[in-house]
């Protein structure tokens, strides 16, 4: 499975679960760790553990289980590393606090549109 056909699953998994503020950004030209980070946002811990075990499911049923998960616990930030992609499942708060998509803002923003319409 490519790099952009996880993105794909993944956001169709997010989008699914009515994550908000779903956001793709194209990373590998500026770090080796990844390809793409998917960042979603949940209204609360437990939609942000549904949104994460939604991202879990698809994928592994696609044959691609996640490496690492990390926060799930405290389900403000959860992180499914999937080598080439990198999901990152927040609450608003911890979203907004750490704004990945202004750290990272010299990533390429890939539009999803045509994945969740």
């Not at 930030?77 to 992609?85: A, E, G, T």
């Amino acid at each position: 499975m490519t790099s952009f056909e996880i993105v794909k699953n993944a956001v169709l998994a997010l989008d699914s679960k009515k994550a908000e503020e779903i956001s793709v950004l194209k990373v590998d030209a500026l770090t080796s760790i990844t390809d793409y980070f998917v960042i979603a946002a949940g209204t609360s811990t437990t939609q942000v553990k549904a949104l994460a075990d939604e991202v879990e499911f698809r994928l592994k049923e696609a044959g691609l289980p996640p490496h690492h998960i990390e926060g799930y616990t405290q389900g403000n930030w959860i992180v499914l590393d999937f080598y080439q992609v990198i999901v990152h499942v927040f609450n608003d708060e911890t979203r907004k606090f750490y704004a990945l998509e202004n750290l990272w803002r010299d990533g390429t923003p890939v539009d999803i549109k045509e994945f969740t319409e």
